[in-house]
């Protein structure tokens, strides 16, 4: 596990700015209007506060900087209008992950490691304030009766939130940020997760209306590599998403985004996954983008690509690619078909036609580990797949650093024939081969079954 380092708040904190901050906010909630207050921008609200904090230090005679004054100015409008202390570690680029484990422990992760913070909530209240105002922003709620909250922040960061009774130690946020510059597959393979010959294969997978399953563990980077291969979707095509909570960022033109709906405080109104998916083929798409398939939603999305909405796209969890087609084969049977297993199998294998792995590695960095085409079943009803791109550890460097090679499996994709109905079929042939000799391999064929 990597050492932990820790971040700072903007300010030092000593007891007496501890008392000063806690003084200045009782005080405005007694003199400030609040409904006047919340008419005005964010801006004009921030000078308003900043004058007070300036006349309140002077009423009190308080020995504090111009700079501490200002910090104390936004963390209160923060406060008011904001997520208190998490403003100022969302508003950091740098930072993929926020992690509050009750009022005075949040962690971030930055650059693949963990990273203990000073910043820190008032107490409990202060924390379940904040977790109250992120899940009325989406129309939820989450308190004692309803103690579990998924929603996403403005900028389309997902967030869950669980407190007491069920938080032992006082309320928990986990928010998974997402960059605000959508990252293309070009420049994921900067950052060394692929190959430039795997990004040429996956966007030819894309344009040609392949089905593809992106899987991997929590934080591979799903989500992000869902988002990439979906830029090559064309702009004259209609997609529905389906998510629990909206995060993704397609910018086609044509886009109907569906969200899910958890029950009411009576335990009506739900809507599921399901129902978005049920849905969404009623209203004429040309592809279904599903956030996340973790349950009886499977069958519907399964059913959904077996009926002409080739280039549909979807994530699952799963370890490995192999591990993908077991979680899918049991997700079809959470949704109350009683059916044999090479009816399901057959059934996957007819509507899912590629599978991207990625994996976050001990280092923290994150790889496309596998990329799997499915050919077809045998004669005994398994899932037969071929590999055409692994990613193959060799050993780390000094600094811990994973090193390995992205090694091609087979020149001649399986899928070459839809390639030639777009005109690729040249290009992929000279991707594949291209990587083969980068790899030093034998060109050949590594058939494997589920």
């Not at 923060?78 to 208190?84: A, K």
């Not at 422990?105 to 924390?127: C, N, P």
């Amino acid at each position: 596990m990597a050492a932990e380092q820790e971040i700072k708040s903007e300010l030092d904190e000593s007891p007496l700015l501890t008392v000063f901050r806690k003084e200045a906010h009782d005080t405005m909630l007694n003199r400030i209007n609040l409904a006047s207050a919340f008419k005005l921008s964010p801006e004009e609200l921030r000078v308003e506060i900043e004058n007070f904090v300036f006349d309140f230090a002077q009423e009190r005679r308080a020995q504090i900087t111009k700079r501490e004054q200002v910090s104390i100015a936004r963390e209160l409008v923060d406060d008011m209008i904001g997520l208190g202390p998490l403003e100022i570690l969302l508003n950091d680029d740098a930072i993929s992950d926020i992690v509050v484990n009750g009022p005075h422990q949040i962690y971030v992760e930055k650059k693949g490691t963990m990273q203990l913070t000073s910043v820190k909530f008032r107490d409990d209240a202060h924390l379940l304030q904040i977790a109250q105002r992120i899940a009325h922003r989406v129309g939820r709620r989450v308190d004692t009766s309803s103690p579990l909250c998924d929603a996403r922040l403005p900028d389309g960061s997902r967030v869950n939130i669980v407190v007491p009774p069920i938080a032992l130690d006082g309320a928990s946020i986990s928010i998974r940020k997402f960059s605000k510059k959508a990252l293309d597959l070009h420049k994921l393979a900067d950052h060394g997760s692929l190959t430039e010959e795997m990004v040429g294969v996956l966007q030819i997978a894309a344009t040609c209306g392949l089905n593809i399953i992106v899987s991997g563990g929590t934080g591979s980077g799903k989500t992000t590599l869902l988002n990439a291969l979906s830029q090559m979707i064309p702009a004259t095509e209609r997609i529905v998403t389906c998510e629990d909570a909206a995060e993704l960022k397609l910018q086609q033109p044509h886009v109907v985004r569906l969200e899910s709906r958890p029950p009411n405080i009576e335990g009506k109104g739900e809507i599921t996954i399901r129902d978005l998916v049920k849905n969404a083929l009623r209203m004429r798409p040309d592809r279904i983008v599903i956030g996340e398939v973790r349950g009886e939603e499977c069958i519907d999305m399964l059913q959904a690509m077996n009926t002409g909405h080739d280039g549909s796209m979807s994530t699952v969890h799963a370890n490995r690619a192999r591990e993908t087609f077991i979680r899918l084969e049991n997700m079809v049977a959470m949704s109350g078909f009683d059916l044999p297993s090479e009816i399901v199998r057959a059934q996957i294998a007819g509507a899912i036609n590629m599978v991207v792995q990625t994996e976050r590695l001990h280092d923290g960095s994150r790889k496309v580990t596998e990329i799997v085409e499915v050919t077809g079943v045998n004669e005994r009803g398994d899932i037969q797949y071929n590999h055409l791109f692994k990613f193959i550890p060799l050993g780390e460097t000094e600094d811990h650093k994973v090193i390995g090679r992205f090694d091609a499996q087979i020149d001649q994709p399986s899928f070459l024939d839809k390639a030639i109905v777009y005109g690729l079929d040249k290009k992929l042939l000279s991707l594949m081969r291209s990587a083969i000799d980068k790899s030093g391999r034998d060109k050949g064929s590594d058939e494997y079954s589920y």
